[in-house]
């Protein structure tokens, strides 16, 4: 168990334990959508639980689906009250997953979801509108 | 012109028409996504596209259905000519195929959303194999990891790897962040790889290029590697396989071989001239390793599934199998699957090879594969395949071991009933 504190965009201060791992991660394929546990059996984190984890990572890789799993999770999160994971931080400390791939989350809702696309992303505010909070 | 983003992006008044909503609320929210996402790239500018691929036709749960329907309802329209990529559920036989009603309603509504936007309904994940492939050059937004390192690696067309939603929003629009892989110098090789001892005739070999792509995905990650010394002239099925397993162990866009694919007829011109970041000596033990790393179960264990066809089979490779599988009868606790497009299955059907791979055993699937649809049950089983991409994402997903193995050896190891290895040809 490590201890992290994360400093975000804006100064937000969070804290929790995180899970650090330094072979990048595949969310489609490599977490189960349904209980956020890491899948992929090729994956030193193969097992383990994201729920309420600071992931932290070099990079995605493989699937271009990764925004869809971490867009249901989000749905989830906004109808089941349950998040995972709670936070990304790709180690580069880069706000991009990799020079030539990316992600979008874009659905309106209105509680802490939002805070897994802005620390994927932290410039972007939500799409749909620059009043929803 | 003020910068109506905020995000230091200049628009064209086009671009702007849509961004501010005159174009309808769908266009209005896909500039939206792809405004705040594009300077994350690094782009100041947006790129015209003429085509796009979409992989959010891929069922994973409601939350990514109710954003088809939400831009299906707005009036959403695609600009561009649109392939969706494999969908969760084969439209013509899922419930032969076990699929639960449910399930297959809403994966079905799904695919319908992109088809009521104006997809076409071709449902593959190698839609280069089909008339939406593009030319050399071409600037398109496609999604699917294998799709875009084929595209800009064996075509030459230009993609970076366009993540769910984020290529619905370019397919809406018709545009791209301009960066990545859509401008020159971005796509010169800044890894050099070079095969050392490598047997030539290895290199001729079908299981040599999932391996050495799979290899590579871990071995560069995200970067522009650059292979040397490939002594073989790989058709594109060949290539497609190492495109797939390089952009499944890393997140390779896009691979240069030297001599043989279009941006690199040389080693120099791959490279632009310019020294290499870093330089890696691949051997036959290190693609042994990784050829080892893809199995999780071994020989002599009982099989339970053979599965070929990720990505979707080709009329040649489903032509292979069934010269292969002639006379042949698969064992009765073995399920075969072939997943290919529905294009090719009706190719194969008229042309009579159809039921000959019916014959062997074998359900040939269109629109959808055996890691998007749950077509798998949960046995205990071995996996087997000729696919690194099935493989790899095999015991993750459907839950069974996996063992990777020439399309000869899947076929002897369905009719044994257990696995049977050939590997004489990584001995060295």
Same mark, same amino acid.
């Given at each position: 168990m490590t201890p992290a504190q994360i400093v975000v965009a804006g100064g937000e201060v969070v804290r929790g334990i995180a899970l650090v791992t330094d072979v990048p991660l595949s969310f489609w394929g490599g977490v189960d959508p349904a209980t956020g546990t890491v899948i992929d059996q090729h994956h030193p984190l193969r097992g383990k639980l994201l729920t309420d984890r600071i992931l932290i990572l070099p990079s995605g890789r493989g699937s271009c689906s990764a925004s869809g799993v971490l867009l249901e999770e989000i749905y989830k999160a906004v109808h089941q009250r349950r998040l995972s994971p709670t936070w990304l931080i790709p180690s580069s400390a880069s706000v991009r997953f990799s020079r030539t791939s990316s992600t979008a989350c874009g659905y309106q809702c209105s509680c802490s979801p939002r805070r897994i696309a802005a620390t994927l992303h932290p410039a972007i505010p939500w799409p749909f509108s620059r009043t929803d909070n | 012109m003020p910068d109506p983003t905020g995000y230091n992006l200049t628009l064209t008044g086009e671009e702007e028409s849509m961004l501010v909503g005159e174009q309808g609320e769908a266009v209005q929210i896909a500039m939206r996504i792809l405004t705040r996402v594009a300077p994350l790239y690094g782009a100041t500018a947006l790129l015209p596209v003429t085509r796009a691929h979409i992989d959010d036709c891929i069922y994973e749960g409601d939350a990514g259905l109710a954003f088809a329907e939400r831009l299906a309802t707005a009036g959403g329209r695609v600009r561009v000519p649109t392939s969706p990529n494999?969908?969760?559920? *084969? @439209?013509?036989?899922w419930r032969q195929l076990g699929l639960e009603a449910s399930y297959a309603t809403k994966a079905r509504r799904l695919g319908q959303a992109y088809l009521a936007m104006g997809a076409t309904p071709s449902f593959t994940c190698a839609p280069y194999q089909t008339a939406a492939r593009p030319v050399f050059g071409e600037q398109i937004a496609w999604s699917e990891s294998n799709a875009v390192a084929f595209a800009n690696s064996v075509i030459g067309a230009r993609t970076n790897r366009y993540g769910d939603y984020l290529d619905a929003a370019c397919a809406l629009t018709g545009r791209v962040p301009a960066a990545g892989l859509h =401008? *020159? +110098? =971005? @796509?010169? +090789?800044t890894v050099l790889v070079r095969l050392r001892d490598v047997p030539q005739k290895l290199m001729a070999d079908d299981t040599f290029y999932p391996v050495l792509g799979y290899l590579l995905g871990s071995l560069v990650a995200d970067e522009v590697p650059v292979i040397e010394g490939l002594d073989a002239a790989p058709d594109e099925d060949q290539l497609k396989s190492l495109a797939a397993a390089a952009a499944t162990s890393g997140s390779v866009a896009m691979c240069h071989i030297a001599g043989v694919t279009p941006e690199a007829p040389t080693l120099d011109q791959a490279l632009g001239g310019i020294e290499p970041h870093r330089s890696i000596d691949v051997t036959l033990a290190d693609l042994n390793r990784a050829r080892r790393e893809l199995s999780t179960g071994e020989s002599g264990d009982e099989v339970g599934v053979v599965a070929f066809g990720s990505p979707h089979g080709s009329l040649a490779e489903c032509r292979t199998i069934a010269a292969l599988v002639s006379g042949q009868r698969a064992s009765a606790g073995v399920e075969v699957f072939i997943t290919t497009s529905k294009a090719v299955r009706d190719l194969l059907d008229r042309s009579g090879e159809l039921p000959a791979l019916e014959a062997f055993g074998a359900k040939v699937t269109s629109d959808t594969c055996i890691v998007v649809s749950p077509l798998v049950k949960t046995t205990g089983k071995v996996l087997m395949t000729n696919s690194a991409k099935y493989a790899h994402y095999g015991p993750g997903i459907v839950k069974n071991r996996a063992v990777f193995a020439s399309t000869e050896s899947c076929i002897t190891s369905a009719v044994k009933g257990r696995v049977v290895l050939d590997d004489a040809g990584w001995s060295g």
């Amino acid at each position: 168990m490590t201890p992290a504190q994360i400093v975000v965009a804006g100064g937000e201060v969070v804290r929790g334990i995180a899970l650090v791992t330094d072979v990048p991660l595949s969310f489609w394929g490599g977490v189960d959508p349904a209980t956020g546990t890491v899948i992929d059996q090729h994956h030193p984190l193969r097992g383990k639980l994201l729920t309420d984890r600071i992931l932290i990572l070099p990079s995605g890789r493989g699937s271009c689906s990764a925004s869809g799993v971490l867009l249901e999770e989000i749905y989830k999160a906004v109808h089941q009250r349950r998040l995972s994971p709670t936070w990304l931080i790709p180690s580069s400390a880069s706000v991009r997953f990799s020079r030539t791939s990316s992600t979008a989350c874009g659905y309106q809702c209105s509680c802490s979801p939002r805070r897994i696309a802005a620390t994927l992303h932290p410039a972007i505010p939500w799409p749909f509108s620059r009043t929803d909070n | 012109m003020p910068d109506p983003t905020g995000y230091n992006l200049t628009l064209t008044g086009e671009e702007e028409s849509m961004l501010v909503g005159e174009q309808g609320e769908a266009v209005q929210i896909a500039m939206r996504i792809l405004t705040r996402v594009a300077p994350l790239y690094g782009a100041t500018a947006l790129l015209p596209v003429t085509r796009a691929h979409i992989d959010d036709c891929i069922y994973e749960g409601d939350a990514g259905l109710a954003f088809a329907e939400r831009l299906a309802t707005a009036g959403g329209r695609v600009r561009v000519p649109t392939s969706p990529n494999v969908i969760s559920l *084969d @439209r013509q036989h899922w419930r032969q195929l076990g699929l639960e009603a449910s399930y297959a309603t809403k994966a079905r509504r799904l695919g319908q959303a992109y088809l009521a936007m104006g997809a076409t309904p071709s449902f593959t994940c190698a839609p280069y194999q089909t008339a939406a492939r593009p030319v050399f050059g071409e600037q398109i937004a496609w999604s699917e990891s294998n799709a875009v390192a084929f595209a800009n690696s064996v075509i030459g067309a230009r993609t970076n790897r366009y993540g769910d939603y984020l290529d619905a929003a370019c397919a809406l629009t018709g545009r791209v962040p301009a960066a990545g892989l859509h =401008l *020159d +110098a =971005l @796509r010169l +090789a800044t890894v050099l790889v070079r095969l050392r001892d490598v047997p030539q005739k290895l290199m001729a070999d079908d299981t040599f290029y999932p391996v050495l792509g799979y290899l590579l995905g871990s071995l560069v990650a995200d970067e522009v590697p650059v292979i040397e010394g490939l002594d073989a002239a790989p058709d594109e099925d060949q290539l497609k396989s190492l495109a797939a397993a390089a952009a499944t162990s890393g997140s390779v866009a896009m691979c240069h071989i030297a001599g043989v694919t279009p941006e690199a007829p040389t080693l120099d011109q791959a490279l632009g001239g310019i020294e290499p970041h870093r330089s890696i000596d691949v051997t036959l033990a290190d693609l042994n390793r990784a050829r080892r790393e893809l199995s999780t179960g071994e020989s002599g264990d009982e099989v339970g599934v053979v599965a070929f066809g990720s990505p979707h089979g080709s009329l040649a490779e489903c032509r292979t199998i069934a010269a292969l599988v002639s006379g042949q009868r698969a064992s009765a606790g073995v399920e075969v699957f072939i997943t290919t497009s529905k294009a090719v299955r009706d190719l194969l059907d008229r042309s009579g090879e159809l039921p000959a791979l019916e014959a062997f055993g074998a359900k040939v699937t269109s629109d959808t594969c055996i890691v998007v649809s749950p077509l798998v049950k949960t046995t205990g089983k071995v996996l087997m395949t000729n696919s690194a991409k099935y493989a790899h994402y095999g015991p993750g997903i459907v839950k069974n071991r996996a063992v990777f193995a020439s399309t000869e050896s899947c076929i002897t190891s369905a009719v044994k009933g257990r696995v049977v290895l050939d590997d004489a040809g990584w001995s060295g």
